[in-house]
C-alpha cells in the first residue's frame, strides 16, 4: 500500500502563500486520485481539494477556489497544495490522502483510503 507524508506547513501572515507537498512511498502515485483535506481546531476534518489520477480534472472546496492549487508531479511521487491569498481561517491541520484509481468517485473522507500524517499550517492576521 501507499505511505504519504507532507511537508510544507508553517506559519504564515495573512495573505501569505504556503506550497504543500505529500511525497507517497511504497507505490507509484500514478496509480491513486489524491486528496487534500483540513481539520481545524474543534472541528470535523474537511475536503479541500482533489486531482484525478491523470491530473486532468480537479476540484475545489468552495472555500478555497480560485485561492489554492492542487498539482501532481508523478515523476517525483508527489502530490501538492499550492495555497496562495491565505486566510486566518485556513488555519488548520492539513491532511494528504490517496485512493486507488479507477474506483468510486467520491469527495468525503471515506472515499480515500490512505492518508498523511498532517502538517500544521497556521495563518496569524
Known amino acids: 500500500q501507499v505511505q504519504l507524508v507532507e511537508s510544507g506547513g508553517g506559519l504564515v501572515q495573512a495573505g501569505g502563500s504556503l506550497r504543500l507537498s505529500c511525497a507517497a512511498s511504497g507505490r507509484t502515485l500514478s496509480n491513486y486520485a489524491m486528496g487534500w483535506f483540513r481539520q481545524a481546531p474543534g472541528k470535523e476534518r474537511e475536503f479541500v481539494a482533489r486531482?484525478?489520477?491523470?491530473?486532468?480534472?480537479?476540484y475545489y472546496a468552495d472555500s478555497v477556489r480560485g485561492r489554492f492549487t492542487i498539482s501532481r508531479d508523478d515523476a517525483k511521487n508527489t502530490a501538492y497544495l499550492q495555497m496562495n491569498s491565505l486566510k486566518p481561517e485556513d488555519t488548520a491541520v492539513y491532511y494528504c490522502?490517496?485512493?486507488?484509481?479507477?474506483?468510486?468517485?467520491?469527495?468525503?473522507?471515506?472515499?480515500?483510503?490512505?492518508w498523511g500524517q498532517g502538517t500544521q499550517v497556521t495563518v496569524s492576521s
Open positions: 486531482i484525478s489520477r491523470s491530473g486532468g480534472t480537479t
Open positions: 490522502a490517496a485512493v486507488q484509481s479507477p474506483g468510486p468517485f467520491g469527495l468525503a473522507q471515506r472515499d480515500f483510503h490512505y
